[in-house]
């Protein structure tokens, strides 16, 4: 719950300050963030996570810049930043399965914060809005469904590696 509070008020800064930042520079910045986070997933592949007492230290150390980290510029280039969280928490030691419950949770709450930060300063259009969160909703609902009942903890990493290396390449 820390982890989504403190990724949502950085979420909040990133989409306020998102205006203040040349758009190339932020592409930039992103892709290369991809794709370091990419490598480090695929580099640990066959790592799941250890018992919830030895990572304590972990989470408090890597985790909660992660959160504000990936708040901040989930925030900034409007993504959630849900997806460059979970590298993070995979590496501070926790399960593939309870790493992606935590970033679903997070990426829930830094998306908020963030489209706060960002109705600020932009017009989003009502029924764009109602659309896409009602798709997004379904969509999570689904996937959380089938990580949790199909997926091998193995599976989700790789396709985790896939997905932050298509979007760098994108």
């Known amino acids: 719950a820390i982890l989504s509070i403190i990724a949502g008020v950085s979420a909040f800064a990133g989409a306020y300050y998102a205006i203040y930042v040349p758009v190339r520079i932020l592409l930039y910045f992103l892709v290369g963030v991809l794709f370091i986070l990419a490598t480090w997933t695929f580099a640990r592949i066959k790592q799941e996570g250890s018992q919830a007492g030895q990572r304590g230290k972990r989470i408090a150390l890597i985790g909660v810049p992660a959160s504000v980290f990936s708040g901040f510029i989930g925030g900034l280039l409007a993504i959630g930043g849900g997806g460059l969280l979970m590298p993070f928490l995979l590496v501070s030691g926790y399960k593939t399965k309870n790493a992606s419950g935590t970033t679903a949770l997070v990426a829930t709450v830094a998306s908020a914060g963030g489209f706060l930060g960002f109705i600020s300063h932009a017009v989003i259009p009502l029924n764009f809005l109602m659309y896409s969160t009602a798709i997004v909703a379904?969509?999570?609902?689904?996937?959380?469904?089938?990580?949790?009942?199909?997926?091998?903890?193995?599976?989700?990493?790789?396709?985790?590696?896939?997905?932050?290396?298509?979007?760098?390449?994108?």
Do not use: D, E, F
């Open 138 to 170: 379904v969509a999570s609902i689904l996937g959380a469904y089938l990580s949790i009942k199909l997926a091998k903890p193995v599976w989700l990493r790789i396709l985790l590696g896939l997905i932050l290396t298509a979007s760098a390449i994108k």
